[in-house]
């Protein structure tokens, strides 16, 4: 099976900029995932949708993060103004859902802010 | 909260050495463990999984007991090459509050180098 798809693989933009990225998860997988990966860190997660409801995004920094996932497939991550702490890899994941299940990722993002 | 503690990195061996990375976890309930590797460049792949207590969770030689007494879920590995070199997170998954649906808590990472 298609594994989850991301782009763009990488990003190079100036503070204050905006961004977005692109995810596409494995087919019939209703949960998706947005994680945030700094350099020498685990991935923290970002926001949870359940197909296309929002399951948790406590640790979204809405003010300047937002995401959405239309018609509960596909989803986009945005970052404006982004700033220089945002320079990470973002980490796409999705599961069939239940907590035993496991979660597969994409590749990723790399954001290099300048 | 929910949290897991790896052994700090980076770990060296020669290629046929045994392999233990430590991993520890804090959780509300039963959580499910995974093991997920990071090659250079690529996103995280799981590795294996125990879902309950006493399960052992194996994969490509390698193995984790989920042990419930110590809170702990140890990577083992008795023979390692030169392809195992990457980058190892011990997670675990708890239920995202209010539902049945899973959100994962990561360890710091461990990188693992092996040499010829």
């Known amino acids: 099976e298609a594994g989850v798809a991301q782009s763009p693989r990488y990003k190079i933009i100036e503070k204050r900029q905006s961004v977005a990225f692109w995810c596409n998860p494995i087919s019939g997988h209703a949960t998706l995932y947005w994680y945030q990966q700094i350099l020498g860190q685990g991935p923290k997660l970002l926001i949870q949708f359940q197909n296309n409801g929002v399951v948790d995004d406590s640790q979204l920094p809405k003010d300047r993060f937002s995401a959405e996932r239309l018609k509960g497939v596909d989803s986009t991550l945005k970052i404006q103004p982004a700033k220089l702490e945002d320079s990470a890899v973002y980490l796409c994941?999705?599961?069939?859902?239940?907590?035993?299940?496991?979660?597969?990722f994409g590749d990723g993002t790399r954001l290099s802010i300048l | 909260g929910n949290s897991v503690t790896q052994m700090e990195g980076p770990v060296t061996l020669s290629e046929e050495a045994f392999l233990t990375i430590n991993c520890t976890y804090t959780a509300t309930g039963y959580p499910s463990l995974f093991w997920y590797v990071q090659y250079p460049g690529e996103g995280l792949q799981l590795l294996l999984k125990?879902?309950?207590?006493?399960d052992k969770g194996s994969n490509k030689g390698f193995e984790a007991t989920y042990r419930k007494e110590t809170t702990s879920f140890h990577l083992e590995k008795g023979s390692v090459q030169v392809s195992d070199s990457a980058v190892y997170f011990c997670a675990s998954q708890t239920q995202t509050g209010g539902t049945s649906y899973g959100k994962l808590t990561f360890g710091q990472g461990t990188i693992l180098t092996v040499h010829p």
């Open positions: 994941a999705s599961s069939l859902g239940q907590f035993n299940q496991p979660q597969h």
């Open positions: 125990a879902t309950k207590a006493d």
